[in-house]
């Protein structure tokens, strides 16, 4: 009889995984690999933004991941994680599934503090991604319904808050004259908790870009950390308030609230500590990449550039830490390319002190995420 075969299980569809189960084509001798994850389909941060603007269908704009497990010969789960216990090494899922493992990758993703501002009942969220498209229907819906002005408002000015109100008011804007309305009667303001707007990108661009919102009649409030949402009034910590019939949130995300009891090194924001290997600072087996990782001495935004260029680290080292070969580490890269998007088939790109933007960046964006998207399309 054959031994055993151990069992190495991803948890979560993010950008990280879907690079890893691609890459897994080649099968791991002696393991059998399970993919857990609660969406069938995993959005790509990147095309989200064209998908708001209306450019890009939900179809186009998300990886189907049971052809792509099968692509990987791993098993897929479509189950919720809800525990972990890292000492029984075993993943407690909402169906009352028991899946052990002997190797843990995760990859799950963040959510927003909604919580802890009074927002859960009053904003949109942008993250779980994957649970955007459905909250976007409602949101357009509520838009459909409303009489009178209206003032949306985006509570972040990373990339995805820019992003995310450029899009909504391209795509909002023309609902809004096919109603009847006056383009005077609806309203958009972005809250930076910063002086600045996209803070971690280069001044070149921001310049730009603060160009553009001023120019579409975007009101920027700097300095401005949101406090507290209620129905229809956004309250900053400086006891200033504003009105906003909608509240999009693209701020303060939190890791998932199964970490905490699981025995991981977390560091303050719940997030699994990892070293430049993407390895558990406190548990050799477990792995963790993009939004819920924190890489030790190299903190990294939450966006799904950093997951996308950690996928292919991740599966070499999954891939030597079974085989029982020393890993690879990599110091997170600073200075990329940065593209933003501006809602109107226009786009700002930047890399250091080279700065452009047109129509032309935006179809080469759409080049770049449609050459990787098509990377990871297998038929059913």
Request: glycine residues 8%.
């Amino acid at each position: 009889m054959s031994a055993a075969r151990r069992q190495l299980v991803l948890v979560g569809g993010g950008h990280a995984h879907v690079c890893v189960l691609k890459r897994l084509a080649r099968v791991l001798s002696g393991w059998e690999v399970t993919l857990v994850g609660k969406d069938v389909l995993t959005p790509y941060s990147g095309m989200i933004p064209g998908y708001i603007a209306g450019h890009y269908s939900l179809e186009e704009v998300h990886i189907d991941l049971v052809p792509l497990a099968r692509h990987a010969h791993a098993r897929w789960i479509h189950d919720e994680v809800i525990g972990l216990d890292t000492e029984r090494r075993e993943l407690r899922t909402r169906d009352d599934r028991v899946v052990p493992y002997d190797l843990l990758s995760l990859n799950t993703g963040s959510t927003p503090r909604l919580s802890a501002v009074g927002a859960t009942d009053h904003a949109v969220a942008v993250k779980p991604i994957a649970r955007l498209a459905e909250r976007w229907q409602q949101l357009l819906e509520r838009v459909q319904r409303h009489r009178g002005a209206m003032t949306l408002a985006v509570v972040g000015a990373g990339a995805s808050g820019v992003e995310m109100v450029l899009s909504m008011q391209h795509s909002l804007a023309q609902r809004w004259r096919a109603l009847g309305h006056a383009d005077e009667t609806l309203h958009f303001r972005l809250f930076s908790a910063t002086p600045e707007i996209l803070p971690t990108h280069p001044p070149k661009m921001r310049r730009l870009v603060e160009g553009i919102l001023e120019r579409r009649g975007i009101t920027v409030h700097r300095e401005a950390r949101v406090q507290e949402v209620h129905n229809r009034k956004v309250v900053c910590a400086t006891a200033e308030e504003f009105e906003a019939d909608e509240v999009l949130w693209a701020t303060e995300a939190g890791a998932a609230p199964w970490l905490v009891d699981s025995g991981l090194d977390l560091d303050e924001g719940g997030f699994v500590r990892v070293t430049q290997s993407l390895q558990s600072c406190s548990h050799p087996q477990v792995f963790a990449a993009g939004d819920v990782a924190s890489v030790v001495d190299h903190p990294c935004e939450k966006a799904g550039v950093f997951a996308v260029r950690q996928g292919p680290l991740l599966e070499q080292n999954l891939r030597r830490f079974a085989a029982g070969q020393p890993l690879h580490s990599k110091v997170p890269q600073r200075h990329f390319l940065s593209i933003v998007s501006t809602g109107r088939r226009h786009a700002v790109a930047a890399r250091g002190a080279w700065c452009v933007a047109g129509g032309w960046v935006w179809y080469w964006k759409r080049w770049l995420d449609q050459r990787f998207m098509n990377r990871f399309r297998f038929s059913g």
